[in-house]
């Protein structure tokens, strides 16, 4: 019998943070099941991971009992050092480290996203120093996520707590952008996650790929006699609205409140749910009440039962929500593979996934009254709602966890070469990289 082909080894770095806790690991499942998809593709993968000292968040569970899923992976902690001098601290060994594993790997590619502590950026540079061929990824602007939390307006109980990151995000949100260009630049190739991203990023990279990254198997995809049962289910009742994701400034989780508000003035009956938790739920519970729609409107907090949240995703009729960032959110690949149309605000990312069969209806960003007409619109239209309904559905079926890594696999096999002559041999002069000099002695 022929030999079975050797799959070449592939090296990531991944900011999704360990949580070493009373002498565990805890892992993200998510990221459990990104990391088995790329084994698929490729032996052995190795991570490069942060580790966090403090308790796991919920969603969370002991590494041991995943061992079986990433029997193909390898992982390795890295120190979670965004403070400047912890970064100083951590740089020499960590990149030593960071070299040694770039040597061994047949293809590289590192997510981005930070200022301080960035393992990924740190180890763009040191690739690209080794002139080892590498691709960068990332799913959202993170230095727009920071310009944008300095520019914020937060009520006096909320600007107590968040002095110190609007000055962190004064500081920071400048040199993050010229590091995010100054890394994507040198980049062999380019993995953005979602249009949002790819249009802000593609001019600073000479190879950028248009990519999107799922955690819905299409055995979690809405069906046809569901479909067809929820198409007709919709035709009367109280519109079902829902919104999953954390309840921080960035989703526009208090214009989601302001647009329920003037539903009920305009007379619309509805139901809201918002799954997830958050600093600003307190706040919008608040104006909630004060709205006299606490029977109306409920929030879940954090749902861990992943079978529950798509469960609530396909029986809803809109997914509504007010994302105010250059960002990529998967819940919108979520919503229309549970047949549910999004509505909310525009964005390259969000235009670019219902432009197929206009499964959804996109209103300027931080326009509420407009946000609130469509919805209105939508409930004195529900044969055109039913329509949207199927069309969700059609947006959403290209979009599964095994589809998105196989795509982003065979980018990488196909746009990055695998020759390591130079691997670990002659740095390739660039200032940027100069501390690398210094940290390898």
Same mark, same amino acid.
């Given at each position: ?204 990279? &000479? ?9 819905? +198997? =299409? %055995?979690?995809?809405?069906?046809? $006699?569901? @479909? /067809? ?85 396909? &029986? ?9 960032? +250059? =960002? %990529?959110?998967?819940?919108?690949? $979520?919503? @229309? /593979? ?104």
């Amino acid at each position: 019998m022929p030999d079975t082909p050797r799959l070449p080894s592939l090296l990531i770095y991944a900011p999704v943070p360990l949580h070493l806790y009373q002498g565990r690991f805890y892992i993200e499942c998510q990221a459990v099941n990104g990391l088995r998809l790329w084994a698929q593709h490729f032996h052995p993968v190795t991570v490069m991971m942060p580790v966090s000292a403090e308790a796991p968040p919920q969603g969370w569970e002991p590494l041991g009992g995943h061992l079986k899923d990433l029997a193909e992976v390898n992982i390795e902690p890295l120190p979670m050092a965004y403070r400047p001098d912890q970064f100083a601290r951590a740089l020499p060994r960590s990149l030593r480290r960071i070299r040694d594993l770039i040597a061994q790997a047949d293809y590289l590619s590192f997510a981005i996203g930070g200022l301080f502590g960035d393992w990924g950026a740190v180890s763009c540079l040191a690739a690209h120093q080794m002139r080892r061929p590498f691709a960068v990824w990332t799913d959202r602007v993170e230095s727009d996520v920071m310009r944008q939390a300095q520019e914020r307006a937060y009520d006096k109980a909320l600007d107590q707590t968040t002095r110190r990151s609007r000055l962190r995000a004064r500081l920071y949100h400048r040199p993050m952008a010229w590091l995010e260009r100054a890394v994507i630049s040198r980049a062999d190739l380019g993995l953005f996650h979602g249009a949002e991203t790819y249009q802000a990023f593609q001019q600073f990279c &000479r190879n950028p790929q248009l990519v999107h990254d799922i955690h819905i +198997a =299409e %055995s979690d995809h809405i069906g046809l $006699e569901e @479909l /067809t049962q929820k198409m007709a289910r919709v035709r009367t009742g109280p519109l079902r609205l829902v919104y999953a994701g954390r309840a921080d400034a960035m989703k526009g989780p208090i214009d989601w409140t302001t647009v329920l508000e003037r539903l009920k003035v305009m007379g619309v009956e509805f139901e809201a749910t918002w799954l997830g938790d958050g600093e600003a739920l307190p706040q919008m519970r608040a104006r909630i009440a004060r709205a006299g729609l606490a029977e109306q409107v409920h929030f879940a907090g954090f749902v861990a039962d992943r079978a529950a949240v798509l469960s609530a995703l396909r &029986r809803a009729d809109l997914f509504m929500f007010c994302h105010k960032t +250059a =960002e %990529s959110p998967r819940c919108l690949i $979520e919503a @229309l /593979t549970c047949g549910t149309p999004i509505l909310g605000y525009g964005g390259a990312y969000a235009e670019d996934l219902i432009s197929g069969h206009a499964g959804g209806v996109l209103v300027p960003r931080g326009d509420t009254e407009a946000l609130a007409d469509e919805v209105a619109r939508l409930d004195a239209d529900r044969p055109r709602l039913a329509q949207m309904i199927a069309n969700a559905r059609s947006d959403g079926m290209p979009f599964s966890d095994t589809q998105v890594f196989a795509h982003r696999a065979a980018i990488l096999k196909a746009h990055l070469p695998t020759d390591q002559s130079d691997a670990g041999g002659r740095a390739k002069p660039d200032p940027l990289c100069a501390w690398g000099q210094a940290a390898r002695r």
